[in-house]
């Protein structure tokens, strides 16, 4: 593996878009490895952001900085992935419940999702429970995330999960929430079979659920 490769994990915690392509680029021209770009370059940064983020030296800002800077090197090395035949470790569903049309947090997740080496269908906000259940019978996914941004739209999260149930579903897919007004009693109570308080930490519960 060339020099190049960890100078792009340094890229994407600095959040230097711009670096980061460059890189990527470079790495693929010098016929370095997709996986290790990916696996060493990409994850390893977003990985080392995540550890930062939870030990209080970086905030959300930096976070989105960071995410979008892997994001777009991403989208310059997914054709060699392609190629190459580099899967994702899994696929996950996210969206924000009916009702709630908040979406930060969960394009965060979503970029930290991807930046773990996820595949991440993003069915966006306000999305109904039948909604929900229409994207995971559809199959492909390990895993469901939920979230929810106000208190008057968290039982959606229930309702959700029990849709599910209703459809004979529950048992094929893990499910994990999270939004402010989320609490892990409140995950317990639903039984979801996960709860993050910050996107950093999604993305590891998200990776030892579907991935262990």
Known sequence: ????????????????????????????????????????????????????????????????????????????LRPALVSADVKPVGKVLIGTVKGDLHDIGKNLVGMMLEG???????????????????????????LLGLSALLTTTMPYIRTTIEALDEAGLRDGIKVIVGGAPVTEAFAREISADGYAPDASRAAALARSLIAP
Do not use: C
């Open 116 to 142: 773990s080496g996820l595949e991440v269908e993003d069915l966006g906000t306000d999305v109904s429970p039948e909604r929900f259940v229409e994207a995971v019978r559809s199959g492909g996914a390990g």
């Open 1 to 76: 593996m060339s020099e190049r490769v960890p100078a792009i994990a340094a890229a994407v915690v600095e959040g230097d878009t711009s670096t980061v392509k460059v890189l990527v680029q470079e790495a693929l021209d010098g016929q370095d490895d997709p996986a290790g770009v990916l696996n060493e370059g990409l994850i390893a940064g977003m990985r080392e952001v995540g550890r930062l983020f939870e030990e209080g030296e970086y905030f959300v800002p930096e976070m989105l900085v960071a995410a979008r800077a892997m994001k777009e090197g991403l989208t310059i």
